[in-house]
């Protein structure tokens, strides 16, 4: 059975940093690309980062390029997005998701990509 469980949310003022953790289990890691997506109220779930297993290629919303960091730390099953330079518009529901790999040349900030979600993290800024 997969899991995948979000955890770092919390509330920062605009200009912070938070750091949050992914944690996946029940799959091989080659199998899938790993994704970021965030969920404001009332809007639809938009990708913010993915990581491409097999390529090792990592990919990022415009909004958030340069100031976001997907990292990983195999020994552990653990996924991290480091979110630096916060504005309050990155405020949302942020969820972590796997979905299975089509290739190596990349991966997907489409949500109807990805299969298994956790039920997310609430990161809200502050102005």
């Known amino acids: 059975q997969v899991q995948v469980v979000e955890s770092g949310g919390g509330l920062v003022q605009a200009g912070g940093s938070l750091r949050l953790s992914c944690t996946a289990s029940g799959l091989t890691f080659d199998d899938y690309d790993m994704g970021w997506f965030r969920q404001a109220p009332g809007t639809e779930r938009e990708g913010v980062s993915c990581?491409?297993?097999?390529?090792?290629?990592?990919y990022y919303g415009d909004s958030v390029k340069g100031r976001f960091t997907f990292s990983r730390d195999n020994g552990k099953n653990t996924l991290y997005l480091k979110m630096n330079s916060l504005k309050p518009e990155n405020t949302g529901m942020y969820y972590c998701?796997?979905?299975?790999?089509?290739?190596?040349?990349?991966?997907?900030?489409?949500?109807?990509?990805?299969?298994?979600w956790g039920k997310g993290t609430q990161v809200t800024i502050s102005s």
């Open positions: 998701t796997a979905g299975p790999a089509e290739s190596e040349l990349g991966c997907s900030l489409l949500r109807e990509e990805y299969r298994y």
């Open positions: 990581f491409n297993w097999l390529g090792g290629s990592t």
